[in-house]
């Protein structure tokens, strides 16, 4: 997949997840529904991954000091903390349960669980975010910047008759 | 195409099974976790202004102790929306997430800097 792709769908996660984390912002309504689309797009992320998890997955047991290990377990770490986060903000909903009709008597555990792993998502996201930090910015550096700075860099004038003419 | 649908169900399996594990441990496990099963931890870190309140309905009879973090919750409804609040919680999140990136940097510029000048020694 290409790396513009790739940086897309990493931004929307970003962005996401950045408002998902603030319920304050949205409202607990969208704070549920815009937590379940981005699960959908974490599924996007990781199926743009695929090889590497079943490459660093078999890998793992034989090469020990090795940084893509790091990376498998902050990796798998965080996708644990998103399983948590989505099922015990699905055990507390009163949005899409109330929709659905749907009354649970899960343990009222839940929703302490929901702010710790929302927090440990946050600081698993930070460390996923640095692990990757050289990436994330020559990516932005070759799709963002160096066009926005193109644009900006002065050009000859070609239906400037004149200076054609003494180019020549 | 079919490849990709593949993988979608197989990353949906690993999750559902991983939630069922979740959940079984919380449901069986959660006082010997030390998890405050009385009622959640009052309003939360946000304590959401204005929350419907569904648990002050499931609430068992002898949890009244635990209830003034909800208290905050019962006024309004539906969840009210704080710009101000929310926007600088984001902020504080986007500072956290550059810290760490931050830390790590200079974590990695720091074994750099030890494992050159090992390797400079050795030659
Ligand atoms: C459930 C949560 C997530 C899981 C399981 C996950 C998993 C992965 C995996 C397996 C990779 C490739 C392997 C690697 O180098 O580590 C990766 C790369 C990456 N992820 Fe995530 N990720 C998650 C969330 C996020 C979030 C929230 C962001 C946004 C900050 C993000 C940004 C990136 C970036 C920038 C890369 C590397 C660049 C690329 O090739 O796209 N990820 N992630
Ligand atoms: C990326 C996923 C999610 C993140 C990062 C997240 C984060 C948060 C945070 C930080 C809070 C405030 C907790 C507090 O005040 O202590 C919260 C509250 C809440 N979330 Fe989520 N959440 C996510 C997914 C969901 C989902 C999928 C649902 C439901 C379908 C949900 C339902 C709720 C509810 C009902 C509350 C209010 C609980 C209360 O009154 O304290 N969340 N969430």
């Known amino acids: ?168 | 195409m079919l490849k990709a649908t593949f993988r979608y169900l197989v990353i949906l399996l690993v999750a559902c099974l991983a939630a069922l594990a979740l959940y079984w441990v919380v449901e069986n496990r959660a006082s010997s976790l030390g998890l405050n099963t009385a009622l959640g931890r009052g309003g939360g870190r946000h304590a959401m202004a204005g929350a419907e309140g569904g648990f002050l309905e499931q609430r068992p009879a002898n949890a009244e102790a635990s209830l003034e973090g909800f208290s905050r919750m019962e006024h309004g409804r539906g969840g009210e929306v704080n710009l101000l609040g929310g926007l600088s919680g984001v902020l504080k999140n986007v500072t956290v997430i550059a810290a760490i990136t931050l830390i790590v940097f200079a974590i990695r510029q720091a074994g750099n800097l030890i494992f050159q000048r090992r390797r400079v020694k050795a030659v």
Request: aromatic share 12%; no cysteine.
């Open chain 1, 1 to 168: 997949m290409s790396a513009k792709t790739n940086l897309f769908v990493d931004s929307v996660i970003l962005v996401g997840f950045l408002v998902a984390f603030e319920p304050l912002l949205t409202g607990i309504a969208i704070h549920e529904w815009l937590s379940l689309a981005l699960a959908a797009t974490l599924m996007v992320h990781l199926v743009l991954h695929w090889e590497w998890v079943l490459n660093v997955a078999a890998r793992f047991l034989r090469k020990w000091f090795h940084e893509s290990r790091l990376n498998f377990i902050v990796d798998t770490a965080l996708f644990i903390a998103f399983v948590l986060v989505m099922l015990s903000g699905i055990l507390i909903s009163r949005s899409i349960l109330g929709l659905l009709g749907i009354q649970l008597a899960a343990s009222p555990a839940w929703r302490t669980l929901h702010s710790l792993s929302a927090d440990a998502s946050l600081y698993l996201t930070g460390l996923h975010f640095a692990l990757h930090w050289k990436w994330i910015a020559s990516t932005i550096n070759r799709f963002v910047v160096a066009p926005l700075g193109r644009l900006f860099q002065p050009r000859p004038l070609l239906s400037d008759p004149l200076a054609a003419v003494e180019e020549k």
